[in-house]
């Protein structure tokens, strides 16, 4: 379903936790990372696209979130040729978006990458609010720095003024202190071989994993 000028009507998700940290996931088999998002299907609205892929991605159901805010009008960005289906080029130009903002009310454990048989993500983090850009797929940073930007209005005052972080990444001090506190996530301990292990006392929430920092360079 695309509009008058080849652009796919889709929504962006931007969940946040108690500690206005944002759900992070990386994208299955790849080193990107993104916000959850997808296509809205013929006589859905955004809203109800939103929930649905909400439910696929992330495994969540509408008790789980509140919604706090949504962009006031589409967001787009367009598809480089070389992602785009030979039989699609010509007429499919990108995506054109409504980025929703909402409020995790439940648990972490309720969060399951496996709610469907298509899963989306192969691991996923709370990160910080201002998300480090260079590890998204290039064509998507202008939409997601324009999401982030309007939103952020609804966060607490001293969120509103760190966009300034968006372009160059995380702060080195920062990557020490990005993962959630142990009750959330795995300890991450460095091996003698330089690669990362989970505490194994740790509990995961169903279906999801954890990586180093994309910035580190390990896999």
């Known amino acids: 379903m695309l509009d008058r000028d080849g652009f796919r009507p889709n929504v962006g998700i931007i969940l946040l936790n108690h500690k206005n940290q944002v759900f992070w996931g990386k994208r299955i088999r790849t080193h990107s990372w993104q916000f959850p ?3 809205i299907d013929r006589g859905e609205s955004p809203e109800q696209a939103m929930f649905r892929e909400l439910h696929e991605e ?24 070389r992602y785009i289906r030979r039989d699609a080029r010509g007429h499919y130009k990108g995506q054109k978006q409504i980025w929703y903002l909402l409020q995790l009310v439940g648990h972490d454990w309720d969060l399951n990458l496996r709610a469907t048989d298509h899963p989306e993500f192969d691991a996923w983090r709370w990160n910080d609010y201002w998300v480090p ?21 609804f966060l607490p005052r001293g969120e509103q003024h760190r966009n300034r972080y968006l372009r160059s990444g995380m702060r080195p001090r ?3 202190t990005a993962l959630p506190p142990q009750h959330h996530t795995p300890a991450m301990h460095p091996s003698r071989t330089g690669s990362f292990r989970s505490n194994p006392g740790m509990e995961l929430p169903p279906g999801a994993s954890f990586d180093p920092d994309p910035q580190s360079g390990q896999a």
């Open 58 to 81: 992330v495994g969540l159901k509408p008790n789980h979130v509140r919604v706090v805010a949504r962009t006031r009008d589409w967001l787009r960005y367009e598809v480089p040729d």
């Open 37 to 39: 998002q997808g296509g």
């Open 133 to 153: 850009l260079d590890v998204v797929v290039e064509f998507k940073r202008g939409v997601y720095e324009m999401a982030l930007t309007e939103l952020s209005r």
């Open 174 to 176: 920062e990557l020490d």
